[in-house]
């Protein structure tokens, strides 16, 4: 069974430039997760989604971080435009309520996103 | 509101040897606890959890992990380490199976020979 896939892994941009994460999570799991990780720091919640529904998006910047999960099964994460603080790796993760796994949070391998 | 500490940032060890890293959270509510494994270059591993029932956990390499509820703890720890154990190690909480994960800062094991 394939794992969480995230694109890209790696990313170097320039301040006030957007760009885009994507993440497709294991099949058939129902909610998806946006995490950020600061250097030397744990995941943070950015973003849930239940299907296509964002069910906790407290955390997320809104005013330059958007989301989507439009048919509920792979999501794309956007910073427009993005700032030096932006620099972390952003992690995917996905989980199945109705799976022997019961819940548990499998993460993909992060994108690694640096702003110059 | 929740959180989590680690104590300790790193955990320096000679291999063979017993570690404990140390994990307390802070909750209003009961809470679902982990310990997710980040190998470098890799993404977090699920290590063990405590959802209810016994508190002591185990993984399948060794590692073994207390749930203390009057401690507000959950401390992990392997009797002994092996050079392969070299990771950061997060703890975390959730207060609902498949909510979001507060997670401490981690903890560098570092197994040296």
């Known amino acids: 069974e394939a794992g969480v896939v995230q694109s890209p892994r790696y990313k170097i941009i320039e301040k006030k430039q957007p760009v885009a994460f994507w993440c497709n999570p294991i099949s058939g799991h129902n909610t998806l997760y946006w995490y950020r990780q600061n250097l030397g720091q744990g995941p943070e919640l950015l973003i849930r989604?239940?299907?296509?529904?964002?069910?906790?998006d407290s955390q997320l910047p809104k005013d330059r971080f958007s989301a989507e999960r439009l048919k509920g099964v792979d999501s794309t994460l956007k910073i427009q435009p993005a700032e030096l603080g932006d620099s972390a790796v952003y992690l995917c993760?996905?989980?199945?309520?109705?799976?022997?796994?019961?819940?548990?949070?499998?993460f993909g391998p992060g994108t690694r996103l640096t702003v110059l | 509101a929740q959180s989590v500490t680690q104590l300790d940032s790193q955990v320096p060890v000679f291999e063979e040897a017993p570690v404990e890293l140390r994990c307390n959270y802070s909750?209003?509510?009961?809470?679902?606890l982990f310990w997710y494994v980040q190998y470098p270059n890799q993404g977090l591993q699920l290590l063990l959890k405590y959802l209810s029932g016994s508190t002591l956990v185990e993984s399948i390499n060794g590692f073994e992990a207390e749930f203390n509820k009057s401690q507000t703890s959950f401390h992990l720890r392997k009797p002994s380490v092996h050079i392969s154990d070299t990771a950061e190690y997060f703890c975390a909480v959730s207060h609902n199976q498949g909510g979001k994960l507060i997670f401490g800062q981690g903890t560098e094991l570092s197994v040296k020979p």
């Open positions: 993760a996905s989980s199945c309520r109705d799976c022997v796994s019961n819940n548990e949070q499998f």
């Open positions: 989604y239940e299907n296509e529904e964002a069910v906790d």
């Open positions: 909750s209003s509510v009961s809470v679902y």
